[in-house]
C-alpha cells in the first residue's frame, strides 16, 4: 500500500490537526511527515491561508519543507550509492578503472546520476541489467542531450523521474560539456590512428587508397577542415558539377559531359563544401588521395591540374560567390613535386592559381604531415584543457569501433579478430562456405 506524501501539522501530543501537501521533490520515496508544535490547535486552519508570508504557520510549513528536502536530499545520495555499489559487486557497473581526469569524472557522475535514477525501471535479470547499463553508459558519452528522450520512450519514467533528468542534462551545461569533450577526444584518437596508418613506414605499405583510407574518411571530413560536408565521394567532373549548380540553385546545365583537356571525364575522390563567414559564399575543395605508399610526383600533380582547369575552363562552374581548392593529399613526393609547391611567387604548396572573371581556382600538395599537425593546432585549446593524450592503444581502438570493416588486418585489435573469426566460424557450421576473409 502506497503512503500518501503529506504533511501532518500535529499538536505537541501528535495528534493531527491539519494536513498540508508535502511540496517536495522527492522521487522514489513515498512518505508522510509529522510536524510537532503545542500551539499548532490555535493555527488551525490557517495553512490553507498562506498567502502572508509573514504568518507563523508559513513559517512553519516552511522550515519543513526545507528540513524534508534536506533529509531526503541525502537519502538519496545513500540509496544511489548503495545501488552503484551492488552493479560494481556483481560486475554490471561499466566503467571498470578509475576516472583519469576532470571530464571523464564528469561523464561518470553524470552516469552514476542518470542510472540511479531510472534503476527501478530496469529489467532483473543480472545480464539484461548490464547490457542496460552498458547502453546508458554510450547514450551518456555520444548523446547526452538526447539521454532523457530515449530513458523515457524505453522506461516510461514518472514525471518525477523526467523531471529530475531535465534539471540535471537541461538545465545546465553538463550535456554539451560531455557532448565536447567526447567529439574532441575521439578526433585525437582519430589523428592518432591516421597517423600511424599514413605514416608508419610498414603500415603505410599495406593501406588501400580507395577501398580503405577512402572510406575512412569519407566519415571523417573534419579532418579538411572544420564545417565542411561531403557532397561528393568518388564521383565523375559531372556530378561535381550538378551538386554545385544545385547549391547555387541552378538546376539545369548543358548536356554535354565535363572534359579534361585531353578528352576524359576524370573521377574525382572526394568533393567538400562549406559555408564563409562572408555573406552569401561558399568553399568547395575537392581532394584527390594517394595511398600513403605512393610518392607523388610530377604525374600525380599534373592529374590534379587537370581536374581544377577542367573547372576553371568550363563557364558553368563560375560564380562570384564560389571559390575553389583542389588538394592532393599524400605521404610523401619527389624533388620534383617539392620544387612546384614551393615557388617564390605563390603561397607554399600551392602549385596552381587562377582567378579570370568569377572565377577563382587554386590547387595544393598538401601532406598529411601538415594536416595532422593543422587539425592538432585546431584541438590544441581542448586538449590542454581535457587533458587528454590519445595513445597508439586509444587510438587503435577507435579505429577498430568506428572503421572496422575497411582498416589493414594489421590494424585490427586481437578481440576484434577474435570476434570475426568467431562469426566466420559460425557461418562454417550453419553450412555457409568461406571463399576468404574478405579485407
Not at 154 to 178: E, G, H, P, Q, Y
Not at 265 to 276: C, E, H
Not at 307 to 330: G, I, K, N, P, S
Amino acid at each position: 500500500m502506497r503512503t500518501p506524501r503529506e504533511l501532518h501539522l500535529c499538536d505537541a501530543d501528535g495528534m493531527t490537526i491539519d494536513i498540508a501537501n508535502a511540496g517536495i521533490q522527492a522521487p522514489e520515496f513515498d512518505f508522510t511527515a509529522y510536524v510537532l508544535w503545542d500551539e499548532m490547535r490555535e493555527h488551525q486552519g490557517q495553512f490553507l491561508l498562506m498567502e502572508s508570508e509573514d504568518s507563523e504557520i508559513f513559517a512553519l510549513i516552511g522550515a519543513a519543507r526545507s528540513q524534508l528536502r534536506e533529509h531526503f536530499r541525502e537519502r538519496s545520495t545513500e540509496r544511489r550509492r548503495e545501488v552503484i555499489e551492488k552493479w560494481k559487486a556483481d560486475g554490471s557497473y561499466p566503467y571498470k578503472d578509475e576516472p583519469e581526469d576532470d571530464v571523464e569524472r564528469l561523464e561518470r557522475e553524470t552516469f552514476d546520476v542518470v542510472a540511479t535514477t531510472v534503476h527501478r525501471h530496469m529489467p532483473r535479470p543480472k545480464r539484461q541489467q548490464k547490457v542496460t547499463l552498458a547502453l546508458i553508459r554510450e547514450a551518456v558519452k555520444h548523446q547526452p542531450e538526447n539521454v532523457h528522450r530515449i530513458l523515457d520512450e524505453v522506461f516510461r519514467l514518472s514525471n518525477d523521474d523526467k523531471s529530475a533528468l531535465d534539471n540535471l542534462l537541461n538545465r545546465t551545461n553538463l550535456s554539451s560539456m560531455i557532448k565536447a569533450s567526447s567529439n574532441v577526444a575521439d578526433r585525437l584518437d582519430f589523428l592518432a590512428a591516421l597517423s600511424h596508418m599514413v605514416i608508419d613506414p610498414e603500415v603505410r605499405k599495406m593501406v588501400k587508397e580507395r577501398s580503405q583510407l577512402h572510406k575512412i574518411l569519407e566519415n571523417e571530413a573534419w579532418v579538411f577542415g572544420d564545417h565542411y560536408s561531403i557532397l561528393v565521394s568518388d564521383q565523375a567532373l559531372d556530378t561535381v558539377l550538378d551538386r554545385h549548380l544545385h547549391i547555387l540553385g541552378r538546376e539545369n546545365r548543358a548536356p554535354e559531359p565535363v572534359r579534361r583537356l585531353d578528352g576524359s571525364t576524370g573521377i574525382v575522390d572526394l568533393m567538400l563544401s562549406r559555408a564563409r563567414r562572408e555573406h552569401d559564399r561558399r568553399q568547395h575543395l575537392v581532394v584527390e588521395l594517394k595511398a600513403p605508399a605512393v610518392v607523388v610526383g610530377a604525374k600525380e600533380v599534373n592529374q590534379i591540374k587537370s581536374y581544377a582547369q577542367a573547372v576553371a575552363f568550363d563557364d558553368q562552374f563560375h560564380d562570384r560567390t564560389v571559390e575553389w581548392d583542389f588538394w592532393l593529399v599524400t605521404t610523401r613526393m619527389d624533388r620534383v613535386a617539392r620544387i612546384d609547391a614551393n615557388q617564390r611567387e605563390r603561397k607554399p604548396g600551392c602549385v596552381w592559381d587562377f582567378t579570370e572573371g568569377a572565377i577563382t581556382v587554386r590547387v595544393w600538395l598538401r601532406t598529411w604531415s601538415e594536416i595532422v599537425e593543422e587539425c592538432h593546432d585546431r584541438l590544441q585549446y581542448f586538449r590542454e584543457h581535457l587533458d587528454h593524450d590519445p595513445n597508439l592503444g586509444h587510438a587503435l581502438e577507435y579505429l577498430n569501433a568506428n572503421h572496422s570493416a575497411v582498416i589493414p588486418s594489421a590494424l585490427r585489435l586481437p578481440e576484434q579478430q577474435d570476434a570475426e573469426d568467431f562469426a566466420l566460424e559460425s557461418l562454417d557450421g550453419a553450412g555457409t562456405q568461406s571463399a576468404g576473409r574478405p579485407r
